[in-house]
C-alpha cells in the first residue's frame, strides 16, 4: 500500500472503529491511495450509520467521529439525579461535556433494576443533555473568510443559544444586517432588507426559501428591525433561533466562502495557463 494509503488506513483504525469500513478502506487505498483522504471524509457518516453507531460532530473543529460518551452521575452523600457525559474529539482532542437534569422519578426508579449499561443507554436516550463546554450550541468554527465583526456576532449568538433563545435570535438578525448592509441591502428595516435581497435573484433557491422565512420567526412584521433596533429582544421558538444560526451559515457560503474559493480556483487556472505561455481567463 502507498504511503498515503497507509497514512489513512491507521487514522481510520484510531477513529472509526468500524471492521467493514477498515476492510473498505483497504481496497480504496489499493486502488488510489491519492484519494483515500476525501473518501474517508466523504463516507464517514455511512461507515458509522452501517456499523450501528451514533455520529455527533466536535464543536470544537467540525469533525464528524462516532460518539465516545462517557456517562456519569452527580453525587456525594446521596443520588442528585443529575447526570454528565463527556466526549473526547479524536481529530483534536478537545473535550466535550453536557448536563443532563433529573428524569422522571419512575425512571430513575426503573434503572435500579437495570444493568449499568443499560442504564447509560436509557439515561442518553430519555435525558434532556444541554452542552456546558464548549459554552454554546453545537456549530463548529466559523470560516475565515467570514469579517471579524460578522464573526463574532454569529458566535456570541451560538453561545447564548443554550440559555436565551430570544438573545441568541437578536444577535444573529443584527448579524444578517450588518451582512446585508456590507453588500448593498439597506432599507428601512430588516424585513424590507431582506425583500431587497430576495428581489435580486442572486441566491439559489434553498437559501431563498430559507431566507425568506425568516421574516416570520417573532412575528418580524409586528417589530420592525432597523438600526436603533437591531438588537430588540422579541418571542423566538429554540428552534427558530437555531435556524437563524442555519441561514447565517448558508449565506456565509454563499457571500464570502463561495466566492473567494472561485477565486483561488481562477488564480490557480491562470498560473497554469501563464507556464504554457497563454492568456488569462477573463
Known amino acids: 500500500m502507498a504511503k498515503g494509503g497507509a497514512k489513512v488506513l491507521g487514522y481510520a483504525r484510531a477513529r472509526y472503529p468500524c471492521a467493514n469500513f477498515v476492510k473498505i478502506l483497504k481496497v480504496w487505498a489499493k ?12 463516507r464517514v457518516q455511512l461507515a458509522i450509520k452501517n456499523a450501528g453507531l451514533q455520529s455527533m460532530k ?3 473543529c467540525g469533525m464528524h467521529f ?3 460518551w462517557i456517562v456519569q452521575e452527580i453525587a456525594r452523600l446521596s443520588r442528585t439525579g443529575w447526570f454528565y457525559r463527556t466526549a473526547l474529539c479524536p481529530e483534536c482532542t478537545q473535550m466535550t461535556i453536557e448536563l443532563c437534569p433529573p428524569l422522571r422519578s419512575d425512571i430513575m426508579n426503573q434503572l435500579d433494576q437495570l444493568s449499568v449499561g443499560e442504564q447509560h443507554t436509557t439515561i442518553q436516550r430519555l435525558g434532556r443533555w444541554r452542552q456546558v463546554l464548549p459554552v454554546g450550541s453545537n456549530r463548529g468554527p466559523v470560516p ?3 469579517p471579524k465583526a460578522i464573526a463574532a456576532d454569529y458566535v456570541e449568538a451560538c453561545r447564548v443559544l443554550p440559555t436565551s433563545a430570544k438573545a ?8 444578517l444586517q450588518t451582512m446585508l448592509h456590507a453588500h448593498g441591502y439597506k432599507d428601512r428595516d430588516l424585513a424590507k432588507e431582506i425583500q431587497q435581497l430576495l428581489n435580486a435573484n442572486v441566491l439559489p433557491q434553498h437559501i431563498q426559501e430559507t431566507v425568506d422565512a425568516i421574516r416570520n420567526f ?6 420592525p428591525i432597523n438600526d436603533k433596533t437591531s438588537l430588540q429582544v422579541i418571542d423566538v421558538d429554540p428552534e427558530e433561533a437555531g435556524w437563524c444560526l442555519e441561514i447565517l451559515e448558508a449565506l456565509f457560503d454563499h457571500f ?8 483561488a ?9 501563464a507556464a504554457a505561455g497563454k492568456p488569462p481567463s477573463k
Do not use: M, T
Open 265 to 273: 480556483r481562477k488564480a490557480a487556472l491562470n498560473k497554469k495557463l
Open 256 to 263: 464570502y466562502v463561495g466566492p473567494e474559493k472561485a477565486k
Open 66 to 68: 462516532s460518539d465516545n
Open 168 to 175: 441568541s435570535a437578536a444577535l444573529s438578525r443584527r448579524c
Open 218 to 223: 417573532g412575528n418580524f412584521s409586528a417589530h
Open 31 to 42: 486502488r488510489s491511495p491519492r484519494h483515500c483522504g476525501h473518501f474517508l471524509r466523504s
Open 144 to 146: 475565515p473568510e467570514v
Open 58 to 60: 466536535c464543536p470544537y
